[in-house]
Nanobody
Framework: QVQLVESGGGLVQAGGSLRLSCAASGSIFSINAMGWYRQAPGKQRELVAAITSGGSTNYADSVKGRFTISRDNAKNTVYLQMNSLKPEDTAVYYC???????????????????WGQGTQVTVSS
């Protein structure tokens, strides 16, 4: 089992920045990719950004140029730096961990994925 603990959500004005963190513990050997999904009220959960242990990344079109995903392999931690935030970025953000490549991540979550508890990000206009 892998445990994911998120931090860094909150309330920010449009144009502001937030940094999310997610620390993984437990059976780290079973995962090699981490990422962030988000779910807004009434909408499906969507992939925001993902990164593999080798450093390959993928971003949703809606966040390209504004969000940056990074990871510290020594700390088993992934970060999501969110700049130029917009009201439409408001959602619960979930940390995700799995074994896979960017290509398989884009196919969607599986029953073998691990999830954090979620952290609320609210962007006011």
């Amino acid at each position: 089992q892998v445990q994911l603990v998120e931090s860094g959500g909150g309330l920010v004005q449009a144009g502001g920045s937030l940094r999310l963190s997610c620390a993984a513990s437990g059976s780290i050997f079973s995962i090699n990719a981490m990422g962030w999904y988000r779910q807004a009220p009434g909408k499906q959960r969507e992939l925001v950004a993902a990164i593999t242990s080798g450093g390959s990344t993928n971003y949703a079109d809606s966040v390209k140029g504004r969000f940056t995903i990074s990871r510290d392999n020594a700390k088993n931690t992934v970060y999501l730096q969110m700049n130029s935030l917009k009201p439409e970025d408001t959602a619960v953000y979930y940390c995700n961990a799995r074994y896979g490549t960017i290509a398989t991540i884009l196919l969607g979550p599986t029953e073998y994925d691990y999830w954090g508890q979620g952290t609320q990000v609210t962007v006011s206009s």
